[in-house]
C-alpha cells in the first residue's frame, strides 16, 4: 500500500520528532551520567597533595553535587581519626548549611600565575579593579575563600584547638612556630635552600635574614577572615633591611597612594629567585605573585601549585 503525500510528510514529522526527543534523551541520560558517576577531576588534586586524607565520594541527588566525607589523622601522632561532611560546590568544599549561598565563596583554586608579572603590563580596568579592591569598604564586603575544608584538615576552628598541633621549630636559624603537618615541607625547603648557598645571592639571603614568623592567631586586616598565620601553614620572612623596598602592599599605599598596585618591582624587597622556586616545588605559593603582593609571604598549598602547572 502507498501512502499519500500527507500521509508520507506525517511519518516523516513523526519519525523526526521522535529522533530528536531520543537525540535529546540520550544527551540528558549523558549529562547525568557524567555528572552522577564520574567525580570533578580537580578533586584529584586535592587527593595527591593530601595523600594521607581520604575524600569519599557519592553523588547527592537531592543536592545536586558530589558530597565527600573526609577523613584525616587528629594529629600528626595520633592513629585516631576524624571526619567531615562537605560538599564539592565547584571546588569551594563547602559544608550543606553554606550551599544556598555558596555563590558568594571564591573556589579554593585560583589562577596562580607561573611567572611574575610585572605591574607595567596592567591594563586599565585591571588597575581600575585593584583601587576598589584596596578600598577597605571593598575588603570587609568580600567574602573571598572558604576556609571549612582547612579548618577542618588542620583543626583550625578556634586558638585552643589549632595550638595542639603549633609546635616550635626553626627555619634557617630563626625561631619559628608553625603547623606539624608542614613541618616535613618547611625541613625539605630549608635543606634545599642551604644546599644552594655556594650561589651568591642565597649567601646573602640567608645571612641577612631577622626573622621567620609564621604562626600567629589573627584575621587578615580589614576582613573578618582568618589568615593563613592562624593556621601555621604561612610564614613571613624579612631581612634586617629593606633598604626603602617595599614588601606589602598595604604599606606601599603609604608611598603611593592609589598607584600602589604600580609599585615597580625594581622597589620590591624579593627573595632570590632560587628561594622562591625551592618553596614552590615544595608546595608553598609566593605572595609576590598575587597583584595585592606580599613578597614576604609563603603559604602551604600544593593544590594551587599543581592545579596551575607549576614545575620547577
Not at 577597605?136 to 568580600?142: C, F, P, R, V, Y
Not at 625547603?189 to 644552594?196: D, G, W
Request: proline share 4%; net charge neutral; charged share 30%.
Amino acid at each position: 500500500m502507498r501512502l499519500s503525500l500527507f500521509s508520507k510528510k506525517t511519518v516523516l514529522v513523526v519519525v523526526s520528532a521522535f529522533l530528536l526527543i531520543t537525540g535529546a534523551e540520550a544527551a540528558v541520560s549523558f549529562q547525568t551520567i557524567r555528572t552522577h558517576y564520574f567525580p570533578p577531576a580537580d578533586l584529584k588534586l586535592f587527593e595527591s597533595c593530601y595523600p594521607d586524607v581520604i575524600f569519599d565520594k557519592s553523588y547527592d541527588t537531592e543536592m545536586h553535587d558530589w558530597k565527600l566525607v573526609v577523613t584525616a589523622r587528629e594529629s600528626e601522632k595520633s592513629n585516631k581519626s576524624k571526619s567531615a561532611v562537605f560538599y564539592w560546590a565547584d571546588g569551594r568544599m563547602l559544608p550543606k548549611e553554606e550551599m544556598k549561598e555558596k555563590q558568594i565563596w571564591w573556589s579554593l583554586l585560583y589562577n596562580y600565575d607561573k611567572e611574575l608579572r610585572d605591574p607595567e603590563t596592567y591594563t586599565e580596568e585591571e588597575v581600575a579593579e585593584l583601587r576598589v579592591y584596596g578600598t577597605k569598604e571593598s575588603q570587609m564586603n568580600t567574602a573571598g575563600s572558604p576556609m571549612f575544608f582547612f579548618d577542618f584538615l588542620y583543626d583550625a576552628y578556634s586558638q585552643k584547638t589549632i595550638e595542639r598541633h603549633i609546635i616550635k621549630t626553626t627555619f634557617l636559624g630563626k625561631k619559628t612556630k608553625i603547623h606539624e603537618r608542614i613541618a616535613p615541607h618547611l625541613k625539605r625547603v630549608e635543606e634545599r635552600i642551604l644546599a644552594k648557598k655556594g650561589d651568591a645571592d642565597v649567601k646573602s639571603f640567608i645571612d641577612t635574614l631577622t626573622s621567620a614568623d609564621a604562626y600567629f592567631w589573627r584575621q587578615i586586616a580589614n576582613t573578618t577572615r582568618k589568615s593563613f598565620h592562624s593556621y601555621g601553614i604561612a610564614i613571613d620572612i624579612l631581612p634586617k633591611r629593606l633598604y626603602g623596598k617595599q614588601t606589602y602592599w598595604q604599606w606601599a599605599k603609604a608611598w603611593y597612594g592609589d598607584n600602589w598596585m604600580k609599585t615597580p618591582l625594581s622597589e620590591r624587597w624579593m627573595p632570590p629567585k632560587i628561594v622562591r622556586d625551592i618553596f614552590e616545588s615544595e608546595g608553598f605559593i609566593w605572595g609576590g605573585k598575587w597583584t595585592v603582593w606580599d613578597t614576604m609571604h609563603f603559604e602551604y598549598h600544593p593544590e594551587l601549585i599543581k592545579w596551575n602547572g607549576i614545575t620547577h
